[in-house]
Every structure is written in C-alpha cells, then in structure tokens.
C-alpha cells in the first residue's frame, strides 16, 4: 500500500518546480491501493506545491451545451475524473468560470490565474489559463494517463489557428456566477474528429527533444511535460503539417523535427 511519504518520495524525485506551476490530469486507479484514498493524493500534491500553484482541469464539456446551457460554478462536477471533482471542493480552491473548460486552482496567485475565462469564446483561447501556463512555464503532470488528455495540446492547435478544429458558430451558454449572477458565454465548441485521440502520436518526439520526461507515482506511470518546449516542439510540426493529428498512423521519419539545444534538454532539480 503506497502511504503519503512514498508518494512524496515519488514526487520529489521527477523535477518539478514546487515554487512553480503544475496542472495534473489524473486516473486515480491507476495510482493502486494508497492508505487515505484520494484525499491523501490531493494532500500530498497540494503540500509539494504549497509554495507554488496546482491545478487540475474541471471540464464540463460533456453535458454543458445549447440543451443545458448553464454551468455553475459553485455545483456543476466535473467530468474528467474523481481527484478533479474532489478538489475543486476542498477549502481555498478556486474554479475558473469557462462554461466548459474550467480548472481549479490552489495557492497565492489562484484568484489572478483564474480570472477572466468567461470572457474567452473557444475552450483553450491564448488569454486564457492555458495560455497562462505557456506564460508560467508550467508543468503538465499525466498522472496514469497518456497525451490523449493532454488539453494543451488543443491550446497549440488554437493558438496556430489549425482549420477545422473549431465551430464557426457560437452555442449560447451561460455561467452562473458563485454570487449567483448569469453571465452570457457564447461559445466555440471543439469539432471534426476526436483529434485528441491522435495526441499519442507525438509522444517520442517530445521525449527525445526533452519536452517529456518521465517518473511513477505510486503504480501508476507519470509523464510530465514542458509547457514552453512542448508548444515550441508542436507548433513547428504543424506549421510543416497542418493535418498532424488527423490520423491514428504513427509518424514517419521526414515528420519528426530536429531535436532542441541540448541546454533546454536538462532535466531540472530542486530540493525536496
């Protein structure tokens, strides 16, 4: 059975900044048996970013839409998974207002991550907190899943403005405010194909060009990726192929690019 200390061992042993920014997307069982369950998951990645800002997704795409166009902030659960549901509960959390693509943030600087999301009409728009965590140089954690759920990714097909990806029309949502107030949130829904199911694709050329590494985190297999070299990695490939993601075929040798400098390839360390 894992406990809280080995998970922090665990933690403490894959490089990531706990001054800095970690967004987790997360399959609880594949973590196993740990003693405390999902709260002590949470306990554990929240005091490892005390001093910095964790985030997890808290998505409501799957059944916010123009039948039921209201999210709520303080009620609506999320639909990626239990640590998201639970933590966007916990005291101190703050929730982004995106009808659709919110997270939930803890530490110092939540409220200034957060703000502003609703005013964004397209899940992953630059200006929003996933932009912000290019900004911030963030971490992802997958946390016993794979780059298929990796949301960021969609973020650097919006941001280099990949056609087809993206509705011309606008759904009229609405968010409901913790205050209680609605506000108007028309909205660009993701479209096409399931193109994130094709993310997997890129997984080698990341971790060759040191924009993916990888740990363990009780029994389940972590990888964790540079926001900042994985959006530069990404964005040159689709600028030599638009269409990228638009198969499940594996890459052939012309698509993989020139690996970055070996001085953004260092794995960095910080004190436990």
Request: proline share 6%; aromatic share 6%; charged share 25%.
């Amino acid at each position: 059975m894992h406990t809280a200390e080995s998970l922090k061992e665990q933690l403490a042993e894959m490089g990531i900044d706990p001054r800095g920014t970690l967004l987790v997307h997360s399959s609880l069982k594949s973590i196993g048996e740990v003693q405390g369950g999902a709260d002590t998951v949470l306990d554990v990645l929240a005091d490892y970013m005390k001093d910095g800002l964790l985030v997890l997704p808290t998505h409501t795409w799957s059944y916010i839409n123009a039948e039921n166009p209201r999210f709520s902030v303080l009620e609506s659960p999320s639909c990626v998974g239990i640590l998201p549901e639970l933590f966007r509960r916990r005291e101190g959390v703050i929730r982004s207002w995106h009808p659709t693509h919110s997270v939930a943030a803890l530490g110092t600087d939540a409220g200034d991550f957060t703000a502003g999301d609703e005013r964004w009409d397209t899940p992953c728009a630059r200006g929003s907190v996933y932009g912000k965590l290019l900004d911030r140089k963030a971490d992802i954690m997958l946390l016993g899943v794979d780059l298929r759920r990796n949301t960021f990714i969609h973020g650097i097909e919006e941001w280099v403005d990949i056609p087809g990806r993206m509705t011309d029309d606008h759904e009229q949502l609405y968010t409901v405010t913790p205050a209680g107030e609605e506000i108007s949130v028309p909205s660009r829904r993701h479209c096409g194909l399931s193109w994130s199911q094709h993310f997997w694709k890129v997984e080698q050329v990341l971790e060759d060009g040191g924009a993916l590494r990888r740990g363990s985190f009780g029994d389940a297999a972590v990888m964790i990726c540079g926001t900042g070299e994985t959006t530069e990695i990404i964005s040159r490939m689709l600028a030599d192929n638009p269409d990228l993601f638009s198969d499940n075929e594996p890459l052939t040798g012309e698509a993989v690019p020139e690996p970055l400098p070996p001085t953004s390839r260092e794995k960095p360390e910080y004190g436990r």
